[in-house]
């Protein structure tokens, strides 16, 4: 359900960026934003986090078409230093303020958290 949520919003924040219209560009980097966004709020998702994805898109749209596509590719990328494979400095400041601004631990992994150190705590 929570991705069919998260594709809806990516979907409407597409749609917001797209029906601007008249400029290509700014529609091909609405587009690989919402892409990206959507493949974020996955991960997290797989990674015990959530993603809000209207914050990450505001975000990402500010970056150029080529960020956005190399960030895509190399999704699962685990440094801390997106230069490595071309992108710019510029998008590894908007990751961190993506970090910063956007992500929050989900309430499930919030509950696995207190589980575990229920377990560890308990003698």
Do not use: H, R, W
Not at 65 to 78: A, C
Not at 106 to 115: G, H, I, K, L, V
Request: contains cysteine.
């Amino acid at each position: 359900m929570k991705k069919v949520l998260g594709i809806l919003a990516v979907s409407a924040a597409l749609v917001g960026f797209t029906a601007c219209g008249g400029d290509d560009s700014a529609n091909e980097t609405g587009t690989a934003a919402g892409i990206l966004a959507a493949q974020l709020e996955e991960k997290g998702a797989a990674e015990g986090y959530a993603i809000d994805v209207d914050c990450a898109i505001k975000k990402l749209v500010t970056l150029s078409v080529e960020d956005l596509t190399l960030m895509s590719e190399n999704i699962d990328f685990e440094g801390d230093d997106l230069t490595e494979f071309g992108a710019s400095e510029k998008a590894n400041t908007v990751v961190g303020q993506i970090a910063e601004d956007c992500i929050s631990a989900s309430e499930e992994a919030t509950d696995e958290t207190s589980e575990d150190m229920t377990e560890e705590t308990t003698p």
